[in-house]
């Protein structure tokens, strides 16, 4: 069993402080961007928007979300925090029902509860990673061969997405660009950890500043990033946000995961139970985030219930006589009334001769 010790629920805590600020975030900055009314928008090429104070708190939701994101992975293991940033697409979603009027469908609503189910089973079965508590060992794991050869096949296959598949498949399938940010995005996780542990040292009185490891995390950083919004933003410009984001969390969590795993042996430890129960918390998450995205603009009517859930027809008062007439089409006769009368005409003419 995991020990949830200080460090564990602070990051637990931090992960999921920063899912209610980052889904806050959008229905603020969203309402900032309704109150507009008339005046130039920002699909528009308009900044009126930097005059309204909820815009403003929007971002300040949204920085405060990023910075508790960002510290919890100097307490909690990577393969934790992150599915748990799927609860900010929940967040966004229930308030944006409640306060922007927006329709959260049957789909919508199964796909929040799944969604909850899945962060509460990983919380539950969460791996307890080693112990990396300075720079000097965080040095020591980038040093193994396992992670450099992970680390390679990385940067070779984005650049092959990049400037071979790119150009040919970038426009027709949504894999190309959504890969390389994932890909891409599982070395930026791991510069936030160590940057992190830095941080942790900095602040205990430790001369880190000194050590070319957190400048270099720094660096490395600041270049994963970069690479992640242009090549996220491509696959959002040209291919449905309700296809993108839901590929991009599957795909993203994915290659974390497995980036943990192999930097930080976050599953050597685990027993067969934790490893199920972590696995399967994390399909529950993306069949929820599946069903949120995938059916958000499909209406849901009580035509499309089976007949026998629909109103009306499911009274068990309705007498046998108006049960009758919606008799299936088992019980209808298999030639027309026509056809019938002609058959056994033909047959009195047969037994007259």
Same mark, same amino acid.
């Given at each position: 069993?995991v ?8 990051? $637990?805590? &931090? ?7 980052? /889904?806050? !975030?959008? =229905? @603020?900055?969203?309402k900032?961007?309704?109150?507009l ?9 308009g ?23 960002f510290?919890?992975y ?15 697409v929940l967040?966004s ?5 409640i ?34 508590s ?9 040093k ?5 050869v992970?680390?390679?096949?990385v940067?070779?296959?984005? $650049?092959? &997405? ?6 040919r498949? /970038?426009q !027709?399938n =949504? @894999?190309?660009?959504?890969l390389?940010?994932s890909?891409?995005?599982?070395l ?8 992190g542990?830095?941080?942790?040292e900095?602040?205990s ?21 970069s690479i ?7 696959a ?9 984001t839901?590929?991009?969390?599957v795909?993203?969590?994915?290659a ?12 050597q ?8 129960g ?19 603009d ?16 499911a ?9 009758d ?18 058959q ?7 037994e007259e001769?």
């Amino acid at each position: 069993p995991v020990a949830m010790g200080t460090g564990f629920g602070a990051g $637990l805590g &931090l992960a999921l402080a920063s899912s209610a600020f980052i /889904g806050g !975030s959008f =229905v @603020l900055k969203k309402k900032g961007l309704l109150r507009l009314c008339g005046r130039a928008r920002a699909g528009q090429g308009g900044h009126a928007y930097l005059r309204e104070w909820l815009w403003w708190a929007g971002l300040l939701c949204m920085g405060v979300g990023e910075a508790a994101n960002f510290a919890a992975y100097a307490f909690a293991p990577a393969t934790l925090v992150t599915p748990l940033g799927a609860l900010s697409v929940l967040v966004s979603a229930v308030l944006s029902s409640i306060f922007l009027n927006e329709q959260l469908n049957v789909h919508g609503k199964i796909g929040c509860m799944l969604s909850i189910l899945g962060s509460t089973v990983m919380v539950i079965h969460a791996p307890q990673e080693e112990e990396v508590s300075s720079l000097e060992s965080m040095a020591e794991k980038l040093k193994d061969p396992g992670f450099i050869v992970f680390a390679v096949c990385v940067l070779v296959s984005s $650049l092959l &997405l990049i400037f071979v598949a790119g150009p040919r498949y /970038g426009q !027709s399938n =949504v @894999l190309v660009y959504v890969l390389v940010c994932s890909a891409i995005g599982s070395l930026s996780v791991s510069c936030v950890k160590g940057l992190g542990i830095a941080l942790k040292e900095l602040f205990s009185g430790k001369p880190v500043l000194k050590e070319p490891l957190g400048w270099v995390l720094l660096v490395c950083l600041v270049i994963c990033i970069s690479i992640q919004i242009n090549y996220l933003n491509k696959a959002l410009d040209i291919f449905n946000t309700s296809v993108v984001t839901p590929i991009y969390y599957v795909l993203f969590t994915t290659a974390v995961m497995t980036c943990s795993a192999i930097l930080f042996k976050e599953w050597q430890h685990m027993v067969l139970d934790n490893i199920i129960g972590s696995i399967s918390g994390f399909l529950t998450i993306v069949s929820g985030i599946f069903l949120l995205h995938a059916f958000r603009d499909m209406p849901f009517t009580p035509s499309l219930l089976p007949l026998f859930l629909q109103p009306g027809r499911a009274d068990p008062h309705l007498p046998w006589s108006s049960a009758d007439r919606h008799q299936s089409c088992q019980h209808q006769p298999l030639l027309p009334s026509e056809d019938k009368g002609s058959q056994s005409a033909e047959e009195e003419e047969e037994e007259e001769e």
